[in-house]
């Protein structure tokens, strides 16, 4: 199980860099400052699945609604599909 968490916290973190980047220019969209994942529970079973939730926010904590989020696995541990599941 301890190797299951870890890699879902790997799979996560790569899930929030991929979410946070953004446009520096002032015309652009407001800059991604957090991204926080959920998910319905901490653990799930080998060959089960868990449905994963982000939310990005913006530096005011305010949701940014309409923004991509693009979730990846880098283990065979732990998969994601492009819809976080």
Do not use: E, I, W
């Not at 868990?50 to 979730?71: E, F, H, I, S, W």
């Not at 880098?74 to 998969?79: F, L, Q």
């Amino acid at each position: 199980m301890r190797s299951f968490r870890s890699s879902l916290a790997r799979t996560l973190a790569v899930a929030l860099v991929l979410a946070a980047c953004h446009s520096n220019d002032s015309t652009g969209p407001v800059a991604v400052l957090t991204v926080v994942v959920s998910a319905p529970a901490t653990t799930v079973a080998a060959g089960s699945t868990l449905q994963l939730t982000a939310v990005t926010k913006d530096a005011g904590g305010n949701v940014l609604v309409g923004r991509t989020v693009t979730y990846s696995s880098s283990t065979a541990n732990a998969t994601v599909s492009s819809t976080g599941l």
